[in-house]
């Protein structure tokens, strides 16, 4: 009876011991984490003659001054409201295409299905930097180089392929009972779409939501080949100013990436529950 007092007594203790490591180690990489964004956010108050005297160190006459400068010298007035316009216009067009694209490859037979469907899916394993210069070229012959509409169109395309398969996935799971029920009843599939499809494959729209937002958000090098004039141009454009003759102005720069970084921020700390449901919710089985 002892033997078996030890032994449990040992297996509570390597459990806590197990438990409390686990805990160390998710602190740990949590820190790492987070610390940067701690560090950048801190030297952003600082003037560029404190941030080279001391790194490390928190300011000690913070300023707000680097905030209004990069501000005005970034053009981030014009910037920010294009930034949105492109992550939510290109967003909720993939989001709506991959689930119309989703629903038809996973739900209407025919033999064009499979080899589109196949094409859509290639698509993922082709780069960003490999498809500059044929979209340059396009967009030019297009005639709509340096308008909105091409940098919407392009940021769509190219987050189509990952889109329309993830949604192919998970609407092949929706029960084909409902669909063919609907169908009986003299439903027709942009009103079997828009009643089930859309529906039942919110998790998924979740998803691809999140994926989409910070990408886009954040990307730089389709959209600096796709306009040139400043007011078509996004934040992450205006914050590559300050890597030039300003790479130097160390409070500028730094409260140039705050501002870029600070509206993600926002949106996770807003919707982390939702993040967090439709990231568990739209996983796909293999």
Known sequence: MSDEIKTTALGRIGGAAAKA?????????????LYPIFWLIMNSFKSTREFQVSQLAFPREPTLSN???????????????????????????????????????????????????????????????????????????????????????VYVGTGLPMGVYLATEYIKAIPSALIESARIDGASFWRIFAKIIVPMSMPVAVTLSILNISNIWNEFALINILVSRTELKSLPLGIYKFSGSLSTDYGKQFAALTIGMVPMLLFYIAFRKQITRGVAAGAVKG
Request: no cysteine.
């Open 67 to 153: 905030y209004v400068e990069a501000w005005k010298m970034g053009d981030f007035a014009l910037l920010f409201p294009n930034s949105l316009i492109y992550t939510i216009g290109a967003t909720v067009g993939i989001v709506f295409v991959s689930l119309l694209a989703g629903f038809a490859f996973a739900k209407i037979a025919s033999r064009a299905t499979k080899p589109i469907y196949n094409g859509f899916v290639i698509g993922i394993l082709i780069t960003a930097q490999s498809l500059m210069i044929p979209l340059f070229l396009e967009v030019n012959l297009l005639g709509i180089y340096n308008t909105r509409f091409a940098v919407l169109l």
């Open 21 to 33: 490591a686990a805990y160390a180690m998710m602190l740990l990489f949590t820190a790492m984490t």
